[in-house]
């Protein structure tokens, strides 16, 4: 079977690159002539692990391809994946208009029937609008299905989660589209992969009601978290005692600033949208939207009074993107809580293992460092807002020599109290008590 997808940013390349390594041959189209063209080399424009080796042999293996052509990606593929941006609106609602471009290109080239599948996160409805303009502007009358697969990968872990996943969600309305997916995802069935099969619209909720409820526990934890701290309760114990309970699960109950990524915000501001479009508000998704944004104004408020003031300070912060394993920065906690404590006149010293230049380029006031270390040198204060594995082993001793005073804002819970301040350090986390440096006889 050959396949193409349109798209190749996170999802599109991630979805090409794995469908081939399925043994599947794919061809992924973009517009963006310099993108393929470093795609045709095996360059990826993005940080995945294992992302690079897969596309690198697809290619070796000539079951992955690159083009700029609509036509050429149209007139060879059985299935078309639909994987552009859904940018949100000054509303909130997700602009589709890429989405329908694709629409109206696939329209024009048509010559037989396709299988057409928003790979996209998409709001309900969008099937059928696509199947509207699809209609509307093909050049003969081909018969076509419209699908609903939405995607739930995990930046830092994408690979796996395709290759490896909890579930397959289809949606359709065609006996014989459906038939075509279950092929195209044949090798998931030695694994027992449960395939959930329903109508174009449940398809296209259940991947906005699945990214809203994560983006509500975090909510929660942290609404939890600063609870805690006003009645000195640990947040963490807390945590692990509701998640040990199999209804809740341990999963997303993390206390920290705060999520950020491309997914969460832009999900839950388009289902609230929705909501508001059919005459429901959808008051808990709303209301997780806004303790996510309190909860960044939180931490900054937490190193202020630490500090006493901005003005003049500077801090080490380590992490800059929205989680570790990816240089994913869109609406990352890091930047925001970065570029605050700047304007108020802080200098903030950063070090990203994947995110740094592209940070910099954002916040062109943030200073590069090389390392943690040399991201402490002379700083006020130490800021984890990442937990990348390279900051869970830091030498304290080491450190203390390097900053003006032993103060850690561990803002992920990395490290236990007792630890940090058996080395001479203050330690202040989310939802758990302070901790002031242990005495030394």
């Not at 002539?33 to 294992?50: D, H, N, Q, S």
């Not at 701290?229 to 945590?239: D, F, L, P, R, Y």
Request: aromatic share 8%; glycine share 8%; proline share 5%.
């Amino acid at each position: 079977m050959h396949i193409s997808v349109i798209g190749t940013g996170y999802v599109g390349l991630v979805t090409g690159a794995c469908f081939s390594e399925f043994g599947v041959n794919v061809t992924c189209m973009d517009t963006d002539a310099t993108r393929i063209a470093k795609l045709e080399k095996g360059e990826v424009p993005f940080y995945e692990p294992g992302i690079t080796e897969l596309v690198a042999k697809g290619i070796r293996e000539h079951r992955l391809s690159f083009t700029t052509d609509i036509a050429k990606a149209v007139d060879k593929a059985l299935v078309i994946f639909i994987a552009v941006g859904t940018p949100p609106k000054p509303d909130g609602s997700a602009d589709l208009s890429y989405v329908e471009e694709v629409g109206r290109g696939i329209a024009k080239h048509m010559t037989g029937y396709k299988v057409i599948v928003t790979k996209s996160t998409v709001p309900v409805g969008t099937g059928e609008k696509l199947r509207e303009v699809i209609t509307a502007h093909q050049s003969g009358t081909f018969r076509f299905d419209i699908v609903s697969n939405p995607e739930f990968l995990r930046e830092g872990s994408a690979i796996e989660d395709f290759l490896r996943p909890n579930r397959v969600v289809i949606g359709a309305d065609s006996d014989q589209a459906v038939a075509i997916m279950k092929d195209l995802y044949r090798p998931l069935y030695l694994i027992e992969t449960p395939f959930v099969v329903t109508d174009i619209p449940t398809a296209e909720m259940i991947k906005y009601a699945s990214n809203a409820f994560l983006a509500t526990k975090i909510s929660f934890i942290n609404e939890i978290a600063t609870v805690c701290e006003k009645v000195g309760a640990n947040v963490q114990m807390v945590a692990k005692g509701m998640g040990l309970d199999n209804r809740i699960g341990s999963k997303f109950l993390h206390a920290g600033p705060g999520f950020g990524g491309s997914c969460f915000p832009k999900d839950l501001a388009a289902l609230v949208q929705t909501g508001e479009r059919v005459g429901y508000p959808m008051q808990i998704a709303s209301a997780a939207a806004l303790i996510n944004e309190q909860q960044r104004g939180r931490m900054i408020d937490k190193i202020t009074k630490e500090v006493g003031g901005l003005k003049g300070k500077t801090f080490a912060m380590l992490g800059l993107s929205f989680k570790p394993n990816t240089n994913d920065l869109r609406d990352a906690p890091a930047l925001a809580i970065a570029q605050a404590l700047m304007k108020q006149g802080a200098t903030v010293r950063a070090y990203d293992p994947a995110a740094l230049a592209e940070a910099c380029q954002i916040l062109p006031g943030l200073v590069p460092c090389q390392d943690a270390y040399d991201t402490a040198q002379g700083a006020d204060a130490l800021i984890l807002m990442t937990e990348w594995n390279q900051f869970r082993t830091l030498d304290f001793d080491r450190l203390k020599t390097l900053l003006r005073q032993p103060l850690f804002f561990d803002l992920r819970n990395v490290y236990e109290p007792d630890r940090v301040a058996a080395f001479g350090f203050r330690h202040i986390s989310v939802g758990r008590p302070s901790k002031a440096p242990a005495q030394t006889a």
